[in-house]
């Protein structure tokens, strides 16, 4: 694709837990000049809220009913950042604890909570330059987007980048225990029904396994420069 009348790149990024979306993802954003959205923040932010009012994750209608209610608020504040509030307090910080990582396949999993995530992803992604990560972008969130890639990576080479990312944030969690966190998170995550975790038909695959971050950014890089 190319010529000025097609200059609004949205890029898709979809892969497995720990894959390294994020992380290449904002990379990716920051070189373009474009705008980042994580989309498992929003579902990190149902499970907590779950957590917080001690609903079961598998209580569809009563987290439905809560989102609805504006217990859970996104905002975009003065630096461009998403920060989530439950009942008020913000809670973005609490997002990637080990509980909510427990817990945030079962609530991703509910039909109506995804609708509404949708919705809410789509109205953010409008019709700008973004680079978008998640599950189900490609698929669903932006099935016409300019490009999509499915980022891949071995499951032990997940883990390994996930323990790192929790040892620097403070967060301890022995190693076996991710691999398995992440092992079952992959089943939960691409057997369900609604919207499982599948490449698009026309995304473009990047393993990001044996390559540095710097590789896998401009391998990226290269495939949105073809797309432009
Ligand atoms: O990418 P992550 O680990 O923050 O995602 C958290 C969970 O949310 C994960 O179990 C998959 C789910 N998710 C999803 O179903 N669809 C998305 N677009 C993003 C995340």
Known sequence: MSGAEEANTRIAIDGPAGSGKTTTGKLVATRFGFRFFDTGIMYRAATRMAQLQGVAFTDEATIVHSIEESVLEFVFDDAGDFRVFILGADETDSLRSPEVDHGVSTVAALPVVRQLMVQMQRDIAGDDQI??????????????????????????????????????????????????????????????????????????????????????????????????
């Not at 609604?194 to 495939?223: F, M, N, T, W, Y």
């Open 131 to 228: 680079v978008m990560v998640g599950r189900d972008i490609g698929t669903v969130v932006l099935p016409d987007a300019e490009l999509k890639i499915y980022l891949t990576a071995s499951a032990e080479e997940r883990a390994r980048r996930r323990f790192e990312q929790n040892r620097s944030s403070g967060i301890r969690q022995n190693f076996d225990e991710i691999v398995t966190d992440l092992k079952a998170r992959d089943v939960l995550d691409s057997e369900r029904e609604a919207s499982p975790l599948r490449p698009a038909d026309d995304s473009i695959s990047v393993s990001s396994d044996g390559k540095s971050l710097e590789e896998v950014v401009d391998e990226v890089a290269q495939l949105v420069k073809a797309a432009e």
